[in-house]
């Protein structure tokens, strides 16, 4: 059974640091993998989605990678903002017979301090 | 704007009372999803549908209903809950092709169901 772990748990950072959130997975047979954003009271919002075949994917200041051999995804955000803090978390996805089931992990709760 | 909406929001009921979430998006998605989210154990899938007429469990199905009679809506119904089904609930959606593994799934905004 998958099993997506998020290390660390909680962060807190100054204002214009640049982090790396940790994601690993236990079975690296996975289709895709997808970080999301958190924001208290709100759903889920898709930030990146790194495809089986792909080694990383960018959006602005964000940049993920994946390495599936170690079962393992970073998602690298460059000069953070108070705007940033959220929780993040990471979903693969199996393959086609789990119905297009994410598994998560818990997230990492960021917090930027101004 | 292209969303998944569901309702309602919040919610505060009493064990054995029938309830029912709402579900539904605008983007003609194929593919439909249940989730919960709780503390230390993170979001798990409870139904999902890969169309219209074609539903299946997820990792926690149990106290749970569904329905897909339309493509754009999905609704969640608890039967008769119980305190253990307070929870956060996320409906998710995305296009489905047979095939093709990599599209991203969409979230509502969540319902938060408290049961006592």
């Known amino acids: 059974k998958q099993e997506v772990t998020q290390i660390p748990a909680a962060l807190s950072v100054p204002e214009g640091e640049n982090l790396v959130l940790n994601c690993s997975f236990t079975?690296?047979?996975?289709?895709?993998l997808q970080w999301f954003r958190q924001d208290p009271g709100k759903g889920l919002t898709s930030l990146l989605l790194?495809?089986?075949?792909?080694r990383e994917q960018t959006s602005g200041r964000l940049n993920a990678s994946l390495d599936k051999s170690s079962g393992r995804s970073t998602l690298y955000i460059a000069a953070s903002q108070p705007g940033d803090s959220a929780t993040y978390l990471c979903?693969?996805?199996?393959?086609?017979?789990?119905?297009?089931?994410?598994?998560f992990g818990e997230g990492t709760q960021l917090t930027v301090n101004p | 704007e292209a969303q998944v909406t569901q309702n309602p929001r919040y919610l505060i009921t009493v064990t054995g009372k029938k309830l029912t979430v709402t579900c539904s998006q605008n983007?003609?998605?194929?593919?439909m999803s249940w989730y919960r989210q709780d503390p230390g154990l993170g979001l798990r899938q409870i139904y999902y549908?890969?169309?219209?007429?074609?539903?299946d469990k997820g990792d926690v199905p149990e106290g749970y209903k569904v329905s897909r009679k339309e493509k754009r809506n999905f609704p969640l119904i608890l039967e008769s809950p119980s305190p253990n089904q307070t929870s956060l609930y996320f409906c998710?959606?995305?296009?489905?092709?047979?095939?093709?593994?990599?599209?991203?799934?969409?979230f509502g905004p969540g319902t938060r169901l408290t049961v006592t």
């Open positions: 549908s890969m169309n219209v007429e074609v539903t």
């Open positions: 998710a959606s995305s296009p489905y092709f047979l095939g093709q593994r990599d599209y991203e799934q969409y």
């Open positions: 790194i495809q089986s075949s792909q």
């Open positions: 079975d690296s047979a996975i289709y895709n």
């Open positions: 979903a693969v996805r199996q393959d086609e017979t789990s119905g297009s089931r994410l598994t």
């Open positions: 983007m003609n998605h194929e593919y």
